[in-house]
């Protein structure tokens, strides 16, 4: 199989997990928030930063439907994840290794001298 099949399959499948099978997970997704409520403490606990966003509370603001809003808010967060993983992937890529630019010029000057040992320069 190809690589690039291999990884569009990869995000298909990540894609159909979080925008369908994620209707199916457990109804308590915060764990601290179902315990908080079992113990009796979830009502000193304050709203988050993001609890405004078009993403908070695993649903998609200004969508009624609870199956779809959810299925959209997991695919964007599968779109974002990928967006930034990608970004940072490529960004360390182009910085390279230290070591692997000192292991390629001591590569060279040995190949250097060996031509020039046998009168190749």
């Not at 179902?34 to 969508?63: I, K, M, N, R």
């Not at 390629?104 to 009168?119: F, I, K, L, V």
């Given at each position: 199989?190809?690589?690039?099949?291999?990884?569009?399959?990869?995000?298909?499948?990540?894609?159909?997990?979080?925008?369908?099978?994620?209707?199916?997970?457990?109804?308590?997704?915060?764990?601290?928030?179902?315990?908080?409520?079992?113990?009796?403490?979830?009502?000193?606990?304050?709203?988050?930063?993001?609890?405004?966003?078009?993403?908070?509370?695993?649903?998609?603001?200004?969508?009624?439907?609870?199956r779809?809003?959810?299925?959209?808010?997991?695919?964007?967060?599968?779109?974002?994840m990928?967006?930034l993983?990608?970004?940072?992937?490529?960004?360390?890529?182009?910085?390279?290794?230290?070591?692997?630019?000192?292991?390629?010029?001591?590569?060279?000057?040995?190949?250097?001298?060996?031509?020039?040992?046998?009168?190749?320069?």
């Amino acid at each position: 199989m190809k690589q690039r099949t291999f990884l569009a399959l990869g995000l298909l499948v990540c894609l159909l997990v979080a925008g369908v099978a994620s209707y199916y997970a457990s109804s308590h997704p915060d764990g601290l928030e179902y315990v908080a409520e079992q113990t009796g403490f979830l009502d000193s606990a304050e709203d988050s930063a993001a609890s405004d966003s078009p993403l908070a509370g695993y649903s998609t603001d200004g969508v009624d439907d609870a199956r779809l809003s959810g299925g959209l808010a997991g695919a964007a967060g599968v779109v974002v994840m990928l967006l930034l993983s990608t970004g940072l992937f490529w960004t360390l890529r182009r910085r390279g290794h230290p070591q692997d630019a000192e292991d390629h010029a001591d590569s060279e000057d040995h190949t250097d001298a060996e031509d020039h040992a046998d009168g190749r320069s």
